[in-house]
């Protein structure tokens, strides 16, 4: 399939039905068109690394594959969750879940809270009638495109109408057995499995653990689609049995939030789920060796974590409010770890370059080597504008409280070792490097360079991760139609590239 690039869908949305009697106006008219069913092109072994298999994909011609977005940004369809489209499961996917290079959008008219309840609780089941043995297609059965089948089935038994595809091959009706609505009562909520348990089966954990033997690192992994963690030391895989699963405040959606392993002591910082009931996430510090836990910072909502270099604060990207927490603006916090003293940096939108922009909740906050200033990724919230980026990179200076617009861009990464900021375009075509001031920008590595064997068009994404001495950084590209990634080594002296290995792990932290 032909990956669409990585984009940083608006979280402050939400459903009309859900919204408080308070939200403002913009609010209610940016989600007035969910919950609503999309579908997009594909084409088949777009990414595939065999050139045979990319030919036999022109040649084949594309399709649609649907899915379902219940809010801005919150998906969930048909797809692998190991390489090789091995054991398609109903997931949330944000990145391929996307029209951004073609496709459209329709709403569902007839929603309504019961019903979105009723289709929650089918999407939380995991159950997919039109898949076959294993949630593959079955030649025996006929069910083929089960993607959009699904789709239109969780739509339809939920008690709403599907919007009309035509050209969607599989989206339509398929009979469901007798006891389906028993078997999706019957389920219970799937609890996070140990990441030890996950990632060893997946192709290129062994080549990862090669990898971080031979640089005697400690690598901390993510596992994007299920938000479950993993620790390699030295080549060895740590079993972290942690409650990582996150939903959205009234039980909607899973949603994701970065963790970060401390630059020494091996502590982790990590986001769990306190109580549904008024919904509460807590950042969680996980001792090494020992295991016991530390409750340091609590909000309705939690996206990502980062640690100081001195291992003495933590930046915190987090959304303040009530239940309603998903339809404000994010905010960034420094949690001082000694004090306890939690300072809130920013306080909903903030104007740079004449144009309004929030703290995104797609990316950590990122610290200078001396631990005074942090480099942040912004998303515009004002009136779009054609000319303006819709993600920036700014300075938040800690000291002086100045905050000054960088550039356009995402997933802002600091050298450990210097003042040197790495950082993607919002397209994922491009990896940079730039100077705190926002000068002296150059190209590291782009998806059309000559290194790259899984075509052009496979976006580079996720923050790249410096290694301790600042001499290289690991970074991440689409590898096929699933969540299947090829990690790189990126070598700054030399400015050369080198694959380490294919998998659904991803590194956030290299210490």
Request: proline residues 7%.
């Amino acid at each position: 399939m032909r990956a669409a690039p990585r984009q940083l869908p608006v979280f402050f949305g939400i459903c009309a039905m859900m919204l408080a009697p308070s939200a403002v106006h913009a609010q209610a008219e940016a989600s007035s068109a969910y919950p609503r069913v999309c579908c997009r092109p594909l084409r088949k072994f777009a990414h595939s690394r065999l050139p045979a298999a990319r030919l036999l994909g022109l040649a084949a011609g594309g399709f649609d594959h649907c899915f379902i977005e219940t809010r801005p940004g919150f998906t969930t369809g048909i797809h692998p969750i190991e390489p090789h489209v091995a054991n398609k499961q109903p997931v949330p996917n944000e990145e391929t879940d996307s029209i951004a290079w073609g496709g459209e959008c329709k709403k569902i008219e007839d929603a309504t809270p019961e019903k979105m309840q009723r289709l929650q609780k089918e999407i939380d089941a995991r159950i997919c009638y039109s898949c076959g043995a294993d949630y593959h297609n079955s030649a025996a059965t006929g069910y083929f495109n089960n993607s959009n089948t699904y789709v239109f089935d969780l739509v339809k038994s939920a008690g709403m109408t599907p919007p009309a595809f035509p050209h969607a091959p599989g989206y339509k009706a398929r009979s469901r057995p007798s006891d389906a609505l028993d078997r999706v009562n019957r389920q219970p909520e799937r609890g996070a499995r140990a990441a030890a348990e996950i990632t060893p089966g997946f192709p290129g954990a062994a080549k990862l653990a090669g990898f971080s033997r031979s640089q005697d690192a400690s690598l901390l992994l993510y596992v994007r689609n299920v938000n479950h963690l993993a620790l390699l030391h030295q080549g060895s895989m740590a079993s972290l049995r942690l409650k990582t699963r996150l939903s959205a405040p009234g039980g909607c959606c899973d949603h994701r939030a970065l963790p970060s392993l401390s630059h020494r002591g091996g502590r982790l910082a990590y986001v769990r789920l306190a109580s549904s009931s008024p919904h509460r996430e807590t950042v969680t510090i996980r001792e090494p060796g020992t295991g016991s836990q530390q409750e340091v910072f609590d909000a309705p909502v939690v996206w990502a974590v980062s640690w100081s270099p001195d291992d003495r604060r933590l930046a915190i990207v987090a959304q303040p409010g009530g239940a309603a927490a998903f339809a404000a603006e994010s905010d960034l916090y420094i949690v001082d770890l000694s004090s306890k003293q939690v300072t809130q940096i920013t306080h909903g939108s903030l104007t740079l370059q004449g144009l309004r922009y929030s703290v995104s909740t797609h990316a950590a906050a990122s610290w200078d080597p001396a631990g005074g200033r942090l480099a942040v990724e912004l998303r515009r919230s004002g009136e779009e504008t054609a000319s303006a980026p819709a993600a920036a990179i700014a300075l938040f200076d800690l000291a002086s409280g100045a905050v000054t617009w960088l550039a356009g861009g995402a997933e802002p990464a600091w050298s450990p070792a210097q003042d040197l900021i790495a950082f993607m375009d919002e397209a994922g075509a491009a990896c940079f490097t730039m100077r705190p001031d926002g000068s002296d920008k150059k190209t590291l590595f782009s998806a059309q360079g000559g290194f790259f064997s899984t075509g052009p068009a496979a976006p580079i994404f996720f923050p790249a991760a410096w290694s301790p001495k600042g001499d290289q950084l690991l970074f991440h590209q689409w590898a096929d139609e699933g969540r299947v990634f090829d990690v790189y080594r990126f070598d700054m002296a030399t400015a050369k590239a080198k694959l380490i290995g294919r998998g659904e792990l991803q590194v956030v932290d290299w210490r």
